[in-house]
């Protein structure tokens, strides 16, 4: 199967990353935030000052106890942050030491990845939450494309763990009925043959021609119980069934304007990304983003989910920045139609009348109009285009929360 994806956009950022992979600086701390969590009611299983194994879980999700996050370390639970209203806001861990919990791999493959915390580097389509762990997909997308501005070459990273990924997508292909469909660029050599269980699906075309969303729309996969996962975390996958324990290891695109040397950088897991930049930026002041400058967020730790650290100029208005919408969005402007903002969705979704829909909280409109098969990364293009100030991927997710709700 071969698309090609017409409109789209191509960013040009100074700071793209060489494409080889080299050892980052020691970490002294990773934190998984709360604000990752989509759908989960987390349980602490662990309490400050407690120490901890790599695989180790630090709390399930009250909904669904069987789904837990584990430790991506060995160390020291350092700090267990709450809101005002007790909801979990962070949990960090000091490294220390190396202790990792053996996992039995024999076993039921859904078990194993419940049990290691891997289950969660699933996302559900529609709404984006981790599965329920009795939860059955129609289908597995696994994204192995990257068009996002300044990203690692998924060929790249794959060709460095192949016999992981292998062995992670064999694991994946077990959970369904349906081949696994692999998502990657045109021409790209990540899988060049497929199986009777592995299906592939090759994207030309410029951003936002890696986006699962895009991939689903083509593939007429939307309004189906679809499971999508990234490359890394199909390694992690093959990692565990492999050696019976978990990597730590996270390869990331430290990228952008202040990077004093754009490459990618092998690290750990929901990383301090203090400790990761030490002599990595330039001189002047900055603003360090998790993820993509299209759909991360200015952070001190590596997201759950992110592969990319981008390093931007804080007078980006000046640089003229992707990235420069990013700010006081509470009382958006007037949507005023602009031809950039077509093919920056799916091509059966209309991006005007979805702005204005979601601009007004209206629902329904955008729930005709394709919300649902939507992710925030599906919109952010349209964030950095419209002059309104409106942050599509907030109001998409508010859009997304209420939807969830009404009876399917």
């Known amino acids: 199967m071969k698309f090609t994806i017409r409109g789209g956009l191509d960013l040009r950022i100074k700071g793209n990353p060489k494409q080889s992979i080299e050892d980052g600086a020691e970490i002294s701390s990773v934190a998984l935030s709360g604000g990752d969590l989509r759908g989960i009611r987390p349980k602490l299983l662990v309490q400050p000052e407690q120490r901890v194994a790599i695989g180790q879980p630090l709390f399930c999700d009250r909904n669904d106890p069987e789904v837990m996050f584990t430790s991506p370390v060995a160390g020291v639970v350092s700090h267990i942050d709450r809101s005002r209203r007790s909801r979990f806001e962070k949990i960090e861990i000091q490294c220390d030491g190396k202790k990792t919990v053996t996992f039995d791999t024999s076993g039921d493959v859904r078990e194993v990845l419940l049990k290691s915390g891997l289950w969660t ?104 119980r679809v499971w999508q996962i990234g490359y890394q975390d199909v390694i992690a996958i093959g990692h565990l069934f492999q050696n019976g324990q978990l990597s730590p290891d996270q390869i990331v695109a430290l990228a952008g304007p202040m990077a004093r040397n754009p490459r990618l950088l092998r690290t750990r897991r929901c990383a301090n990304l203090q400790d990761m930049l030490v002599g990595e930026a330039l001189d002047g002041e900055l603003i360090v983003f998790s993820g993509s400058v299209l759909s991360g967020r200015p952070a001190t730790f590596l997201g759950h989910r ?13 640089q003229q920045s992707p990235y420069s919408q990013h700010g006081n969005r509470n009382m958006p402007m007037p949507v005023l139609p602009n031809e950039t903002f077509e093919g920056t969705l799916p091509r059966s979704i209309l991006p005007v009348p979805l702005m204005r829909a979601l601009s007004v909280g209206d629902w329904e409109t955008a729930h005709r109009l394709g919300v649902k098969d939507l992710l925030e990364e599906d919109v952010a293009l349209l964030s950095t285009l419209c002059t309104s100030g409106a942050d599509y991927g907030a109001l998409l997710r508010r859009a997304l929360v209420d939807l969830e709700g009404l009876p399917q």
């Open 306 to 318: 992110h592969v990319q650290v981008c390093l931007m100029p804080a007078n980006s208005r000046d």
């Open 121 to 224: 580097t699933l996302t559900t389509r529609p709404f984006g939450n981790v599965p329920n762990s009795s939860a059955a997909a129609e289908a597995i997308l696994v994204t192995a494309i990257d068009t996002n501005p300044l990203a690692a070459d998924p060929t790249v990273i794959v060709q460095s763990a192949q016999a992981e990924f292998a062995l992670g997508l064999e694991k994946l292909a077990s959970l369904v009925d349906e081949p696994v469909i692999i998502c990657q660029a045109a021409g790209s050599p990540i899988i060049e043959t497929e199986r009777k269980n592995i299906r592939i699906a090759e994207f030309r075309g410029k951003h936002p021609a890696g986006l699962p969303g895009v991939h689903l729309e083509r593939l007429r996969l939307g309004g189906q």
